[in-house]
């Protein structure tokens, strides 16, 4: 049994040491290896195999990184049942109650942002806000 740091750390000193030693290996051996060959149809950005429409520089919706973030939110909150599961038996029925309103909070959060229409993609409501503008303008 290590007693000291240094022999407690050091198999993993060996495997960092291993580990960038094989990815500077891999990396030195396709660069002095690797063919080189230019081409315009390499030069292409790759699209999932559909010819490049547009710029790349158009700006996209707020929504989709609203989308974005709640997924995360919501991903990292489900992450919380993994732990409870573990220790579901020791936790008895206070750990259920706990849970429960653990998941209560959750799903009151999600069903708020589905009222507020933050996971609806579609245009309807945008296109619902521009014909109210183009009848106030009408009046």
Known sequence: MPTTYPELYFPVIVQVIIAIAVAAGLIGI??????????????????SGMAPVGSARERFSVKFYLVGMIFIL????????????????????FGFFEMLVFVVLVLVGFFYVYKKGALDWSNAT????????KTEGRK
Do not use: C, N
């Open 126 to 133: 945008e296109g619902r806000k521009t014909e109210g503008r």
């Open 30 to 47: 396709s660069a002095l290896l690797g063919q080189r060959r230019k081409s315009p149809l390499k030069d292409t950005p790759y699209e």
């Open 74 to 93: 919501f991903d990292i909150e489900a992450v919380f049942l993994y732990p409870w599961a573990v220790v579901y038996r020791e936790l008895k029925i």
